[in-house]
């Protein structure tokens, strides 16, 4: 592995300075961000995730990081899983309740997958993380998508309305990150 920084593709200044937090000081390499609109394939989390790392690979020539998040409502046999993004887009999460209006079963999980590659052409490592819950009607801060509507076990507060430390030490962002940093060391 070299030691070049690791590219993580994001227009979001937010989601950078979170996973740096969550890697902490002792993470073995640096990361940057750059903002790169990928082609987004249909498919599993992983084969949504090794497509996007592929193709940022390419455009980077160097060390990349990418990330895909599911959101998966065991009702809707995990849909919308990777399309969550189009699902928030069309409903906004103040509705995204309501696909589970009919199901008494309300559970989710979060799922977080890194794809990580060294160089265009290489071996793509896949870290995943997992935090069950369950969908309610939006609460706290509209600031992160579908965070004001997830409801992790556990806890009384959605993600939204948690404070971001403990967000971040139950999160499945936190769980994935934590794989990578196995990686790493």
């Known amino acids: 592995m070299s030691s070049k920084p690791i590219t993580l593709v994001t227009g979001n200044a937010n989601k950078l300075k979170e996973i740096i937090k969550i890697l902490g000081s002792d993470f073995p390499r640096q990361i940057i961000s750059k903002d790169i609109d990928l082609l987004e394939i249909q498919g599993s989390p992983d ?3 090794t497509a996007k790392c592929k193709e940022a690979a390419k455009v980077i020539n160097g060390p990349v990081l990418v990330e895909d998040t599911a959101l998966c409502m065991k009702s809707l046999n995990d849909l919308p ?10 409903l906004t999460a ?8 009919g199901f008494e079963d309300k559970s989710t999980y979060a799922l ?9 052409g290489e071996e793509v490592k896949i870290f995943r993380g997992k935090t069950p819950g369950m969908i309610v ?5 509209r600031q992160f998508g579908w965070d004001p509507c997830f409801l992790p076990d556990g806890f009384d507060k959605t993600y939204a309305e948690l404070d971001s430390d403990v967000k971040n030490s139950i999160s499945h962002r936190r ?7 196995a990686y790493f060391s």
């Open 47 to 49: 084969e949504v995730a």
């Open 81 to 90: 899983g990777v399309y969550i993004k189009w699902f928030l887009k069309a």
């Open 94 to 101: 103040e509705n995204l309740h309501k696909l589970l209006a």
């Open 112 to 120: 977080c997958t890194f794809a990580y590659c060294e160089k265009d």
């Open 137 to 141: 009607e939006a609460r706290g801060p």
């Open 175 to 181: 769980r994935a990150l934590e794989e990578l940093k």
